[in-house]
């Protein structure tokens, strides 16, 4: 059972800057497509960027084109998404989530992924 960790949330003003990273201290996530999903208070789950196991592919939301950024560094073993010019809306539980698929391709639906992290809060507020 592959277990996620996800941390690097808070709370930041308007504007500002945070670096969510998702990683595995058991098994190697670099043979896993990874997507990091937000899910507002009283909203569904939805889809903010993914990575193909490849390194080759990546996706990132409409609203969050140009502020978010998904990266790996297997060496690591750890999946980052760097987030700037935060906005309020912004605002919910950050999921990261992985599936076994090899290859060039990632998705950005949840019911697309097996596995799941607890999540880690993000608040962006005056």
């Known amino acids: 059972q592959l277990q996620l960790v996800e941390s690097g949330g808070g709370v930041v003003q308007p504007g500002g800057s945070l670096r969510l990273s998702c990683t595995s201290s058991?098994?190697?996530?670099?043979?896993?497509?990874i997507g990091w999903f937000r899910q507002a208070p009283g909203k569904e789950r939805e889809g903010m960027s993914c990575i193909s196991s490849s390194n080759g592919i990546t996706w990132h939301a409409d609203s969050v084109t140009g502020r978010f950024t998904i990266s790996r560094d297997n060496a690591k073993n750890t999946i980052y998404m760097q987030m700037n010019n935060l906005k309020p809306e912004d605002t919910g539980v950050y999921y990261c989530a992985a599936v076994n698929v090899h290859g060039f391709y990632c998705s950005g639906r949840p019911d697309e992924y097996d596995y799941w992290g607890q999540g880690t809060q993000v608040t962006v507020s005056p």
């Open positions: 058991a098994v190697g996530l670099n043979i896993y497509a």
